[in-house]
C-alpha cells in the first residue's frame, strides 16, 4: 500500500523560515504535489516535483529526494497569510500520468506575531 | 481558476434519504474526480472519470455512485444518506499548467446528514 506522513501541526513567527516535511512508502514513484489550504476552503495548488532537487517559485520551495521517499515545503519571509494547511500528495504510481493523488493528512501551521 | 463549480454548497439531509451532488467543469477536462475531507483523515478518493460513461471506484466508495453522461458534469449520489457521510466533498480536475497534471479543486460542498 501507499502511506505518507507529515507533521501535524507546526508554529512559526512572522518574518521566519519553515520547513515543512512528509515522508513517503509507495510501490513506485510518479510525482510529488503540495497543496495550500485555508481552512474552510479548497485545497490550491502549490508546487509539483518529479526529479530529485530543489524547485523554487518565489517564498515557497520544494524539495526531492527519491532515494530517500522524502520531499520538504520551504516557506521563507513568512506571512500571517500563509497560516493554513500544506498537503503533501504522491500520484498513485499504477495510475499514469493523470492518475490519482494520495494525499497525506495535512499539516497546520500556525504563524504568530 | 480551472473553470470548476460545485452545487449545491452546502446541505442538510435526514438519514436515509438520496443525496446528488453535482461537479460542473466549463474547460472540457477528460478527468474528473470527487474527493472527501474529514478531520483526522485528510483528503481520500471516492470515484473519479477519465471520460464520458468511464468511472471507476477509489479508495472510499462504499455507499456513493457516480455518474457522468457529458464532459462538464460528474454528479455523486448518495443512495442512502448516513451520518458517517456527513463531510466536506470537494470535486477536482486535471491540468498540466506545471507539467505534472496537477489537480485543482472546485469550492467544495459542505454535508450534513442528520
Known amino acids: 500500500g501507499q502511506n505518507i506522513d507529515q507533521p501535524t501541526e507546526m508554529t512559526a513567527t512572522e518574518g521566519a523560515i519553515v520547513q515543512i516535511n512528509c515522508t513517503y512508502q509507495t510501490s513506485g514513484f510518479n510525482g510529488l504535489f503540495w497543496y495550500q489550504q485555508h481552512a474552510g476552503e479548497a485545497p490550491t495548488f502549490l508546487s509539483y516535483?518529479?526529479?530529485?532537487g530543489l524547485e523554487e517559485k518565489g517564498r515557497f520551495s520544494s524539495f526531492l529526494s527519491r532515494s530517500k521517499g522524502y520531499s520538504y515545503l520551504l516557506l521563507k519571509e513568512l506571512q500571517m497569510k500563509d497560516s493554513a494547511s500544506y498537503l503533501c500528495?504522491?500520484?498513485?504510481?499504477?495510475?499514469?500520468?493523470?492518475?490519482?493523488?494520495?494525499f497525506g493528512k495535512g499539516t497546520k501551521l500556525s504563524v504568530k506575531p | 481558476d480551472a473553470g470548476i463549480t460545485q452545487s449545491p454548497r452546502h446541505k442538510v439531509t435526514e438519514t436515509g434519504t438520496p443525496v446528488t451532488l453535482r461537479c460542473h467543469q466549463t474547460e472540457n477536462h477528460r478527468y474528473m474526480y470527487w474527493y472527501r475531507q474529514d478531520p483526522g483523515h485528510g483528503l481520500r478518493l471516492i470515484h473519479y472519470s477519465y471520460g464520458v460513461k468511464d468511472t471507476d471506484k477509489g479508495e472510499v466508495s462504499d455507499g456513493y455512485s457516480v455518474s457522468r453522461s457529458k464532459t462538464e458534469d460528474f454528479l455523486l449520489t448518495l443512495e442512502s444518506a448516513t451520518s458517517s457521510q456527513t463531510s466536506v466533498y470537494f470535486c477536482a480536475i486535471t491540468q498540466g499548467l506545471a507539467g505534472g497534471y496537477e489537480q485543482y479543486f472546485g469550492p467544495g460542498t459542505r454535508l450534513t446528514v442528520t
Open positions: 500528495a504522491v500520484r498513485d504510481p499504477n495510475g499514469g500520468s493523470q492518475g490519482n493523488l494520495i
Open positions: 516535483n518529479v526529479l530529485d
